[in-house]
Structure formats: structure tokens, C-alpha cells
């Protein structure tokens, strides 16, 4: 399986937009659940947002109303658009796979992924 690669990462101002990507290339049919997570130092991993094999998507609830995830099947490729960002959001940013169809709940739940990017950087200053 081709590995997942995340892009995008930065460094932003409190009130800023980035977009991150997760090249998923073998990831792309509709078998496949997606999802973002992030860790940031001396804390566990979370699900940021997810989206099941049947496009429904779910997000958590500190990124309702200002994240969205996307994916491009044509292109091969998770997004995720981050807007409004704040200094709690300052995390390495991981997009993972799952192949199967994934409930509302277990797409925020790591337990379910079993593929996995390096991480993307992203960093809000006050």
C-alpha cells in the first residue's frame, strides 16, 4: 500500500486559515473511511474529524463550525480546511485509513485506523 503523506502544515496567527492535505493514493475508492487526528506535546492523540466510506462526516466538538474535511477521489487526496484557527490548535496533524465503513463515532476513535501519515506540523501564535 502506498503510504499516506500529509502537506500543508505552518505556522499561522490566532484568527488564520490553513488547508492541510493527506496524498492517499490506494486510499481513494469507497471502501475507505478517513480521518484526521492530532497530538500535541504531552497529550493523547485525538480525532480532529472523520469521514466514513460513505462520505458522512463527523467532527469534534472544540472544531465544529471551523474545520471541514474533504476528500477528492479523482485526486487521491484527504483535506482539511481549517479556519478561525486558535492557539489550542497547535498540534502535529495526522491523516489515517481505515477500510471499512466506519460509524459517526468511530471515525474520531484511532482504535479503528490502521494506516497512518508522518504528521504535519501546525502552529497558532497568539
Known amino acids: 500500500q502506498v503510504p499516506l503523506v500529509e502537506s500543508g502544515g505552518g505556522s499561522v496567527q490566532s484568527g488564520g486559515s490553513l488547508r492541510i492535505s493527506c496524498a492517499a493514493a490506494?486510499?481513494?475508492?469507497?471502501?475507505?473511511?478517513m480521518g484526521w487526528f492530532r497530538q500535541a506535546p504531552g497529550t493523547v492523540r485525538q480525532g480532529v474529524a472523520g469521514?466514513?466510506?460513505?462520505?458522512?462526516?463527523n467532527y469534534a466538538g472544540s472544531v465544529k463550525g471551523r474545520f471541514t474535511i474533504s476528500r477528492d477521489h479523482a485526486k487521491g487526496t484527504l483535506y482539511l480546511q481549517m479556519n478561525n484557527l486558535k492557539p489550542e490548535d497547535t498540534a502535529m496533524y495526522y491523516c489515517?485509513?481505515?477500510?471499512?465503513?466506519?460509524?459517526?463515532?468511530?471515525?474520531?476513535?484511532?482504535?479503528?485506523?490502521?494506516?497512518w501519515g508522518q504528521g504535519t506540523q501546525v502552529t497558532v501564535s497568539s
Open positions: 489515517a485509513a481505515a477500510q471499512t465503513r466506519l460509524t459517526m463515532n468511530q471515525v474520531l476513535d484511532d482504535v479503528w485506523f490502521h494506516d
Open positions: 490506494g486510499y481513494d475508492d469507497s471502501t475507505y473511511s
Open positions: 469521514i466514513s466510506s460513505d462520505g458522512s462526516t
